[in-house]
């Protein structure tokens, strides 16, 4: 979901928020925007996207966007429409976006909705060009509550038998001996055996075994218990079976991903002009992140970093697919802006699942240390272009990603690295990496990293940057995939 939001909040304009406010609903551009957002709302299966601005104090919000699933329950809103602020989670996540910086908040609600349904809302920020807060894009999805299968055994031979065979003592009866002891203890004897053997053999108890309903019944039931006992095993050996056979064949897979990638360093120990190295911890087996860099000619480099939005086999496999679609493009010499156009082409053409890839790519003239590069809706790179003031977030005007709409446009990025220039590429699993009370590592610390760093080889940052996540997490599990590229122009001497 919180992809989704982010992807989202590529789509609306902070700098017209006020604008819209001002004047209402009529102007073409938030028609348009409307219509996308719908369009992403239906798409990955949300049930709201909304956006509203917030008042100083947090407790009322007006809508500026309200867009619904084709199958959603809600009643619109129209553009100013005032709602009191619904939860008090959803106040701290206001006040913490306003005031704190945060930059993504996720509050679940189960209880006390009225009419409504459990609902998990993904919640960013929108900015305009100065930084600042102008309103808070939400994303919400309804929950879906599995009732789990429960299966009961009778476990109370032992104090049925106990009873029956008091009850026997005490009647002292030949009746109750053939009717009742004798049946017990062919149950006792039953009951040991298959404690011992744990097999299943024909006993005819479910025919009955003496003129007593109540044994009789205790009789079925033992024999009903041993088949469902018996059919237990043999699955639960079945799924054992299957779920080796799955996890060998996930590690194939892993291992298959991996040898699409780049992963012998130094890549080009030939090569002066540069130092390249890269690094991808899935957050599964296999995963949906990937990374890339080759020479297509003698003088210039691509390189590049992608996220899909998914993780597991699935994104692996659509990872798979758009690699090979951007790497044959960039051998024909295409600029990277028309080789994710035409990525997006052909990949947008038969994508039933919904995926998208969000891709940084650039070729650098490792001569003049010239860089054309496109972003598709992806994280600004890290640029150190003076070392006195360090690694910079670089944020330049980007396109969607690629796959998520089509026929949009992809513009292209210029820029010069002059030698001992160094640039860092990431995905949202680094900067989004959380610890246990909810605080993300954040690019605050990214580049903290980084420019304590600049003097060593791009291997040893990014392994620097492995182990400041690692230590930043603790115990907390990794929820993304998290892959790191870095390259430092030298030049030619």
């Avoid at 025919?207 to 088949?227: P, Q, T, W």
């Avoid at 030939?270 to 995963?287: H, N, Q, S």
């Avoid at 026929?407 to 900067?431: C, H, V, W």
Wanted: proline fraction near 4%.
């Amino acid at each position: 979901m919180e992809k989704t939001a982010v992807t989202a909040r590529y789509l609306v304009d902070g700098n017209r928020i006020k604008y819209y406010m001002e004047n209402g609903d009529d102007s073409n551009d938030y028609k348009e925007t409307k219509y996308y957002l719908t369009r992403l709302c239906n798409t990955q299966g949300m049930s709201v996207i909304y956006v509203m601005t917030v008042s100083n104090d947090y407790k009322l919000t007006t809508s500026v966007f309200n867009c619904l699933s084709d199958d959603s329950t809600y009643t619109p809103w129209e553009i100013g429409y005032e709602v009191p602020t619904s939860d008090v989670e959803y106040e701290k996540a206001y006040k913490k976006m306003y005031e704190e910086g945060l930059e993504s908040a996720t509050v679940v609600r189960i209880e006390n909705l009225n009419t409504g349904k459990p609902h998990v809302t993904a919640l960013v920020p929108i900015k305009d060009d100065s930084g600042k807060v102008v309103a808070i894009l939400h994303v919400q999805r309804f929950v879906k509550r599995l009732n789990t299968i429960r299966r009961k055994y009778l476990v109370q031979l032992s104090v049925t038998a106990g009873i029956l065979m008091i009850l026997a003592g005490l009647m002292a009866s030949v009746f109750l001996r053939k009717q009742v002891v004798k049946p017990i203890r062919k149950l006792t004897g039953e009951a040991e055996r298959f404690a011992r053997d744990n097999t299943r053999q024909e006993t005819g108890f479910d025919k009955g075994i003496c003129k007593v309903r109540e044994i009789n019944s205790l009789a079925a039931s033992i024999d009903k218990m041993e088949y469902d006992t018996v059919k237990y095993v043999a699955d639960i050996t079945a799924m054992t079976k299957e779920s080796e056979r799955i996890g060998t064949e996930l590690d194939v897979a892993s291992k298959i991903q991996t040898g699409l990638l780049p992963v012998e360093f130094p890549a080009f120990p030939e090569r002066e002009e540069f130092d390249i190295f890269a690094t991808m911890d899935p957050a599964k087996v296999v995963g949906g992140d990937f990374y890339d860099f080759f020479l297509v000619d003698d003088t210039h480099l691509a390189f590049l970093i992608a996220d899909v939005s998914d993780k597991g086999v699935g994104a692996a496999f659509f990872m798979a697919i758009a690699k090979t679609i951007i790497k044959t493009h960039a051998l024909t010499g295409a600029s990277p802006s028309e080789i994710l156009e035409a990525a997006d082409r052909i990949i947008a053409t038969k994508n039933p699942a919904g995926l998208f890839v969000t891709v940084w790519m650039g070729v650098i003239d490792i001569v003049t240390g010239h860089v054309t590069a496109c972003n598709a809706g992806h994280d600004y790179p890290a640029l150190l272009q003076n070392k006195e003031e360090g690694y910079q977030i670089q944020k330049i005007k980007h396109g969607p990603p690629v796959a998520f709409l089509p026929d949009m446009e992809f513009p292209a990025i210029e820029f010069d690295m002059k030698p001992g220039d160094r640039i860092f590429l990431y995905t949202d699993g680094l900067n989004e990496a959380k610890r246990e009370d909810g605080e993300r590592f954040g690019t605050a610390r990214m580049l903290e990293v980084l420019n304590s760093h600049q003097g060593d080889s791009e291997e040893d940052t990014l392994m620097a940057m492995h182990e400041a996540v690692r230590a930043f997490s603790g115990d907390e599990p990794q929820f993304d995939d998290m892959t790191m590229l870095g390259l430092t122009f030298r030049g030619r001497k």
